[in-house]
C-alpha cells in the first residue's frame, strides 16, 4: 500500500499551480486548469458554482454524501508588496506565494487521487474537494456545505504534517472610534481618535496578557481620515484574535466590548462603534471513531510520529464543524511560512503527504465500506 507516488508529476503540478496567480475573489484560471487536470486524469469532475463566475471543483466518486472529504482552497492571499510570487526551487524548498498556505496540500491530495485513479483502487466512499475564497470569508466552503454534508474532512492546510484534532477559535473586531477635527498644533488626548484607539489597543494587549497569554493578538490595521495638517477626526482598526479551543467566542467577544466601552466612552471620542464581524467557535475533537483508527494506522505505516495538535489559525475547518463534521487539519508546509514574502515549502515533505493521502485513501476504502 506503500507504493511511491509520482513525484515528477507531482512537482511539475505543484508549480502550475503555483504560477497561476489566484488571489481570493480571482480563481477562475486555477480552477480551470486543475478541473481540466483531473478530467484528463480520469476522475469525474464536477464544477460548482459559488458566485460571480467563481467555482468549486469536486470529485465524487459515489454517492453525494461521502463518509471523508479531502479539503483543500486553491485561493491565496493578495502579492500586494511581494516582488516575486511565481514558483522556484532551492535545496528541494519550492518558493511562491501559495506554496505552503496551501497548494502545497491541494497537490498532494490531487496526485493521491490521481495515483489511485490510474490502479483503479479509488474508494468511492470518499471525495475532493479544491475551494475557492478561505483566505476572506469562506464562500466557497458555505457554497459545498449548503448541497452536501458528509461526517469526515481531511483538510489540507500546513500543519508540517502534524494531526491537528483541536482548532483555535477566532474573532475580527472591527473599531470605529470619532474625534473632532482640529489644527494639528492643537493636538490633545481628548476626543483624540487616534490617540485614544492606540490606548484602547494597548489595554487589550495587556488583558490577554495577563488572562490569555495563549491568545494571539494581530492588529492588522490602523487607518485614519486623511487630514492634512490637522488632528484627523475618525480612527478605523482591525483586529484579529485566535483564542483557545476551550474559550467561548461569544463571551469572549463581550469582555473585549466591554473592555473597548471602558476605554473610549466618556470624553476620549465624541461616538465610537465595535463590530464583530467574523465569530468562529473553535473545537477539540475526542480523538475516538474509526477515522482516527485509520489515521493512527497510516502514520505508523509511514513510521511517523503520532503527535496530535491543535491548529492555531483560522480556516474552513470551523464552518465544516458547526456542521456537525469532524474536520482534521493535516497538510504539508509551516504555518509560520505562509502569507510571507519568502513562502516556501520541503518538496519532500509535499511528497510524503502525497503518500500519507493515498494510504489514508487506501484504509478509508477498505474500512468504511
Known sequence: MNEPINQERLRNLLKDMVDIYS?????????????????????????????????????????????????????TVPAFDIERYEYHEKDRQAFGLGTADMKGGCAAMIEAFVSLCQSDQLPDN?????????????DGTTALLETMCFPWAIVGEPTNLVPCLGHYGYLE?????????????????????????????????????????????NIRSVHSSEAGFAVPGSCETWVDLHIQPSLDTDAFSKRLKTLVDDCLSGS??????????????GYQLAGEGTVFDILQQGYQAMNLPWLPGTFQSHSDANLLRQTG?????????????????DEAISLDQVTTAA?????????????LK
Open 268 to 281: 476620549a471620542v465624541t461616538r465610537y462603534e465595535i463590530e464583530f464581524p467574523t465569530l468562529a467557535s
Open 23 to 75: 488571489p481570493t475573489g480571482k480563481e477562475e484560471q486555477i480552477t480551470e486548469f486543475l478541473a481540466g487536470y483531473l478530467h484528463d486524469a480520469g476522475l469525474p469532475v464536477l464544477m460548482r458554482e459559488v458566485c460571480d463566475g467563481r467555482r468549486n471543483v469536486e470529485v465524487l466518486l459515489g454517492s453525494d454524501r461521502p463518509e471523508v472529504a479531502f479539503i483543500g482552497h486553491i485561493d
Open 126 to 138: 470518499a471525495a475532493l474537494f479544491l475551494v475557492v475564497g478561505e483566505e476572506e470569508n469562506g
Open 355 to 367: 503518500q500519507l493521502y493515498r494510504h489514508l485513501l487506501l484504509l478509508i476504502g477498505g474500512l
Open 325 to 341: 463534521c469532524n474536520p482534521i487539519i493535516l497538510g504539508p508546509g509551516q504555518l509560520a511560512r505562509a502569507h510571507t514574502r
Open 173 to 217: 473586531m472591527l473599531v470605529r472610534a470619532f474625534g473632532k477635527r482640529r489644527h494639528a498644533s492643537m493636538a490633545g488626548r481628548e476626543h483624540n481618535a487616534i490617540f485614544n484607539s492606540l490606548k484602547m489597543l494597548l489595554r487589550v494587549g495587556e488583558m490577554l496578557e495577563s488572562d490569555f497569554p495563549e491568545t494571539c493578538m
